[in-house]
């Protein structure tokens, strides 16, 4: 059974840093690709980030240069390091992994504020 549990939400000033992590409970590689989305209340859940099987990143445009996302294949983990954090970054923040459908961990709450 695939499950994701994310971890590293939490509170942060504006123009701070905070790394997300995905421990996924397969294999990585089960998945075609691994990504975080966020929701705000109110909207659509949206990508944020993608990593593919074979490495490629594509990134929202509002996150580009700041975002990066990567994969520890042993440890079955993706993050998301988030660097110049800006309010607007404010969302719960969910790890997804797709195969032949989409899986979603619990989502974890970042909180940029002063």
């Known amino acids: 059974q695939v499950q994701l549990v994310e971890s590293g939400g939490g509170l942060v000033q504006p123009g701070g840093s905070l790394r997300l992590s995905c421990v996924n409970s397969?294999?990585?590689?089960?998945?075609?690709?691994m990504g975080w989305y966020r929701q705000v209340p109110g909207k659509q859940r949206e990508l944020v980030a993608r990593?593919?099987?074979?490495?490629?990143?594509n990134y929202a445009d509002s996150v580009k240069g700041r975002f990066t996302i990567s994969r520890e294949n042993a440890k079955k983990t993706v993050y998301l390091q988030m660097n110049s954090l800006k309010p607007e970054d404010t969302a719960v923040y969910y790890c997804?992994?797709?195969?032949?459908?989409?899986?979603w961990g619990q989502g974890t709450q970042v909180t940029v504020s002063s």
């Open positions: 997804n992994a797709y195969s032949y459908k989409d899986f």
């Open positions: 397969v294999n990585i590689f089960s998945f075609g690709s």
């Open positions: 990593i593919t099987n074979g490495g490629n990143t």
